[in-house]
């Protein structure tokens, strides 16, 4: 594998995008939420489950960095742990980690607070142990939570998959989904949509699951997929990921499927990227070499190029394409240009919106940002 680290730009050219001002949401890690004036305007996650599901081994996983090895020596949640996913990240919303046992019925808790400002709730199922009783979980937890916000995105996360055989995952998919749709047809809930993911922490399917939540969290989604399409239709490009650098959770790829080991080699190159940067680069003053002039090309050897350019403090976009469409490499860089511009207009007009950039998508948001400069084509504008 022949891997080629380039930390240069057209003169002139990237340097009207750096970071977003803190106007976006992006300001410093908050020590206390509960303190904090802005904090109740974030989307926020609920993370819920059964003791030793392992919630806090996936947030610790993918929002920061932690091995999935040392997750093992991980106490069990006892309150309420709320973590402001900010500051080193372009995702900006909490993340309410709850102990395994909660008692809905108990007096102190507020199922109002609580519910009515979440986006998403994520119950996490043990795949390896007896699900029964994460069922009944479940579905209390769903109905308690529709009741106070029919908006919430109810996500399940049918975890620890790493130990089973593929057809054991695919049955324990199958049964879950049909027991939990089940019990809630029979409680007259036959609006409230689950969506199921299988992940490990030992892989890259936490990763995509959580790309998958919090993408329902972006208004913009529907731009940000059709300025990829635009961009890779026009250079040549087979697949596109805008990724946040920081969780490697992808916010956006244009609408051709996913492929799993092409979403895993892109997470490696940042990896790669990130390393290389720390060892080599030049720090900016905020502990990170990665910066607008950050550039990484390696070439594969079956002919395939993997292509990451530096879109935002937070935004990398990833491309994967053929060795014989990369020759056209300054065509490919305009476009880039161009795509770069947009991705500034669209989080320009968003932030503009009382913070519509991150309510979630079912909240109505009337500023849709146009594609004002998705000019890009084959032969240049």
């Known amino acids: 594998m022949n891997i080629q680290y380039e930390d240069t730009t057209l003169p002139g050219s990237y340097g009207v995008v750096g970071s977003f001002p803190k106007s976006f949401g992006y300001g410093v890690e908050v020590p206390d939420l509960e303190e904090s004036p802005t904090s109740a305007d974030k989307p926020r996650i609920l993370l819920m489950g059964l003791r030793r599901s392992g919630k806090s081994s996936i947030q610790k996983v993918v929002f920061h960095k932690m091995s999935p090895n040392e997750t093992l020596f991980l106490e069990s949640t006892n309150k309420i742990y709320k ?93 879950i989904h049909q027991r939990a749709n089940d019990d809630l047809t029979d409680a007259s809930l036959e609006k409230v949509h689950l969506s199921f993911y299988l992940t490990s922490i030992y892989d890259h399917s936490i990763f995509e699951a959580f790309s998958k939540v919090v993408q329902k969290l972006i208004p913009q989604l529907p731009t940000l997929e059709n300025l990829l399409n635009i961009f890779i239709s026009h250079s040549g490009i087979e697949k596109a990921f805008l990724f946040d650098v920081s969780s490697k959770i992808y916010i956006a790829t244009d609408s051709a499927p996913v492929d799993m080991q092409s979403y895993e080699l892109c997470c490696d190159m940042i990896d790669v990227v990130l390393d290389i940067s720390c060892i080599y680069g030049l720090e900016d003053g905020s502990g990170s070499a990665y910066d607008e002039e950050s550039l990484a090309i390696i070439k594969l050897n079956n002919t395939t190029v993997l292509y990451l350019k530096e879109v935002t403090k937070f935004l990398a976009l990833v491309c994967i394409l053929r060795e014989e469409s990369f020759e056209r490499k300054g065509l490919i860089e305009y476009n880039f240009h161009c795509f770069r511009k947009a991705i500034h207009e669209v989080f320009e007009v968003g932030s503009s919106n009382d913070g519509a950039a991150w309510r979630p998508a079912s909240s109505s948001s009337n500023s849709q940002p146009s594609l004002k400069y998705a000019s890009l084509n084959g032969s240049g504008v």
Do not use: C
């Not at 390896?128 to 579905?139: F, G, I, K, N, W």
């Not at 769903?142 to 049955?171: C, Q, T, W």
């Open 83 to 175: 973590d402001d996913i900010s500051g080193s990240s372009f995702v900006n919303f909490q993340i309410w980690d709850f102990p395994g046992q909660v008692d809905f019925f108990d007096p102190t808790f507020d199922s109002e607070m609580i519910f009515k400002g979440a986006g998403a709730l994520i119950f996490v199922i043990d795949a390896q142990d007896d699900y029964m009783e994460a069922l009944s979980r479940l579905h209390l937890t769903v109905s308690r939570a529709y009741k106070v916000n029919p908006d919430i995105n109810f996500e399940v996360f049918i975890h620890k998959v790493d130990g089973l055989s593929d057809d054991h995952k695919i049955e324990t998919q199958r049964d």
